[in-house]
């Protein structure tokens, strides 16, 4: 009889004392000096009974706000966007939910085949050859593109613009450091890189450049000049990006990218306190043996069936120190099966109506802060988020604005004090023009 997943039995613990050739728990511990062992009673709570239990979590969840009762123009990373239900019921299945990492093709068709179908529709988006199975998330996804880009280039330092998301550069920071590798970041010039000061920083040693469009303030990056100066030497060119963006926007594959990478939350998977997300990874041909994490392959078997198997590469090969470009060898695999099912049902006409919804109704809400005496502080295009002044803390206007039934947007000045006062607002397709309005009303009334 199989009996993994149950509980050990009294007769186990006795069998296995017995094996090790002791005949209680207390001899097995008698190595331990009495006076250090803990006697008494744990300072813990009685157990509750199962209503007092759920009355008292319930008690707890009543606390919290959630994006059910109240509209939130909250973004910086983390996007509330329509989700299909039908998302919810497929990754909820067992055969799904449960899975592992499918190294036995032969009973794993149906979970390769979702990834086979992310990773095609992830280099739809971005204009790429390939694409992995999904990272842990958009973060990530960056800076395994930097540590990737020193590797193949055996160059030393990353040039990073301060638009791309400080949570984003946080990472690639850490994981440089162990690598050790330079991390220069570009300042901005009205919302975006600075193009003058990246040609000046740029020299022999550069690994890659790395840009985010839209960027962190919502800003579309010109692409074709980053592009242009990026491969001006042998460094690599890095894009971070959203994929629903990408929906309508002329994608970094053809603006001559090299790698793409981003965060798939926007599709099919909730905002649900920051995480998990799937990061997603696409790149050129060229690159396709250094790719890190997974990659799913198509083939047919010996009866002229289409199948599909684990790939080029192989779990152990991130593990051979410093020949490995990546020691990643996971994934987020059921967040990437949410986004592909929420990008099935969508589809392409829908993908690109929900993005021009983003852009139409960020645009309309520009007016409308517009008209309500809100300053908007760059003049640029942009997808779905923008910047904002406020005359007063962040902080104290998000109080305000939550009083009003509205979570506010993201207080810039947290991570960096030269942007105190400004806020980060996000525009969805889920925002109505009642809420759009009502919120430019009240806010404009507050400052």
């Known amino acids: 009889m199989n ?8 007769a186990d613990q006795t069998e296995m004392l017995k094996t090790i050739g002791v005949s209680s728990i207390e001899e097995l511990f008698s190595d331990i000096p009495n006076d250090i062992r803990f006697k008494g009673e744990l300072n813990i709570k009685a157990a509750l009974k199962e209503p007092e239990l759920i009355s008292y979590f319930q008690g707890l969840a009543a606390k919290n706000i959630s994006l059910k009762q109240t509209p939130s123009f909250l973004g910086a990373g983390v996007y509330e966007h329509y989700i299909p239900s039908i998302v919810d019921h497929v990754i909820s299945r067992s055969e799904f939910y449960t899975a592992y990492t499918p190294y036995q093709p032969e009973i794993s068709q149906g979970e390769l085949q979702a990834i086979f179908e992310f990773q095609t529709m992830i280099c739809e988006l971005t204009g790429m050859d390939l694409a992995n199975s999904s990272m842990y ?5 960056l800076a395994e593109a930097a ?28 994981n440089a450091t162990g690598q050790r590798l330079n991390v220069i970041e570009i300042d901005t010039v009205n919302g975006v890189t600075d193009l003058k000061q990246l040609q000046e920083v740029y020299g022999d ?3 890659c450049v790395v840009v985010q469009h839209p960027n962190f303030f919502g800003n579309l990056e010109p692409l074709a000049e980053l592009e242009a100066i990026s491969h001006s030497g042998k460094a690599m060119f890095v894009v971070s990006s959203n994929p629903l963006a990408l929906g309508l926007l002329k994608p970094p594959g053809e603006f001559g990218a090299d790698i793409v990478v981003g965060d798939a939350q926007p599709f099919g998977i909730a905002t649900q306190f920051g995480g998990p997300h799937c990061g997603y990874f ?15 392959g198509q083939t047919t078997d010996e009866h002229g069936q289409r199948g599909f198997v684990l790939t080029l590469q192989a779990r152990e090969q991130h593990i051979r120190r410093e020949k490995a470009t990546s020691n990643i060898c996971s994934n987020q695999a059921l967040n990437a099966l949410a986004a592909s099912v929420a990008m099935s049902a969508i589809g392409k006409k829908g993908v690109k109506e929900m993005a021009y919804q983003n852009v139409q109704k960020a645009s309309y809400m520009k007016k409308q802060l517009k008209a309500n005496g809100v300053e908007i502080v760059f003049e640029q295009p942009t997808f779905n988020e923008f910047v904002i002044q406020v005359n007063r803390p962040v902080s104290e206007v998000n109080k305000l604005l939550l009083s009003k039934g509205f979570i506010g947007g993201y207080d810039l000045g947290r991570d960096d004090e030269s942007l105190e006062g400004q806020m980060l607002v996000a525009v ?7 809420e759009i309005d009502t919120f430019a009303k009240e806010l404009g009334a507050l400052l």
């Open 3 to 10: 009996h993994r997943y149950l509980p050990m039995t009294d």
């Open 137 to 141: 998330d958009g973060p990530t996804a």
């Open 147 to 174: 540590m990737l880009s020193a590797g193949q280039t055996k160059k030393k330092t990353i040039l990073v613009s301060k638009a791309v998301h400080p949570e984003a550069r946080a990472v690639l920071q850490t």
């Open 205 to 207: 040693d550069t690994a």
């Open 282 to 296: 696409a790149t050129t041909k060229k690159l396709m043996r250094k790719v890190p994490g997974r990659l799913v």
């Open 428 to 434: 969805t397709e889920v925002r109505t023009k009642t």
